[in-house]
């Protein structure tokens, strides 16, 4: 930037200049021509520098105003999307709402059912008590009448042996509520032949047919005839107490075939 100089005009002395022959005064054109040009000169720099800072501030402020439009739409769009949002999460509390709604119904029902089962537990612990004891009271029974049925075998079993022996017979229980008679020496001409019937006690009245089988012969099966007694048919042997049923086995003969 060239340097600007100002011309300074010295005072004018006028009686001085009258006093002179020919009196004139230099008005200096050419370094007014000089500074007149260099002021033009100042002025056209500074109109361009203005003009230029002008522009570079109106492209700023274009620029920037572009920005904070660009900005505003995108604070605007954020914004709408911002609501839409809000709207999106009304609904899902709203729905929340309706649900945990449903769930405290479902929590309450579960809870009085709860409180139903509880009480039926409390009623089932009482009864299961009440099974416990009467258990107790009958285990009790049961042993006492196991100990007096013992008592009673321990006197019996020494009996029952005796009249095994002299029966040629024994008996024991097979199955459930069956009971398997043997006995030998029933046919003269084979001694040792073994012979057997069963008594189903499921019932008061037997149901089997009485029946004597051999375990030697595959024969069918050899019915009771009538002996000394005359008795047909074993079944009346559950009317007969023990020792007549002793009586009849002696009387009974087999059919051979």
Known sequence: MAQTHVLRVPKLDLPSILAQQNP?????????????RNFLTAVSGYTQRALAEITHRKNAHVTEKNKIA????????????????ELELIATLERER??????ELSVAAFERQLASIKEQCALLDMEIEQRRVV???LQRE???ERSILNSYAS??????????????????????D?????????????????????????SKIYKEPVEIRSRHTLSP?????????????????PNLDFDLNVRVLLFLDPVLP
Not at 192 to 200: C, H, L
């Open 142 to 144: 049961r042993n006492r």
């Open 98 to 103: 309706e649900e945990r709604k449903e769930a």
């Open 221 to 237: 099966p050899h019915m009771f005839t009538a002996g000394h007694n005359n008795i047909a048919h074993l079944n009346i042997l």
């Open 70 to 85: 660009e900005r505003t739409q995108q604070v605007e769009n954020e914004t709408n999307a911002c609501k839409v949002k």
């Open 24 to 36: 004139h005064i230099d008005l200096k054109l050419e370094a007014y021509e000089i500074s007149t």
């Open 135 to 137: 258990v107790l009271n």
């Open 155 to 176: 006197k019996t079993s020494p009996e029952l042996l005796e009249c095994e022996r002299r029966l040629h017979s024994a008996i024991e229980g097979i199955g459930k």
């Open 178 to 202: 069956k009971i398997l008679v043997r006995f030998t020496h029933l046919d003269t001409a084979e001694p040792g032949r073994e012979f057997s019937f069963v008594i189903d006690l499921s």
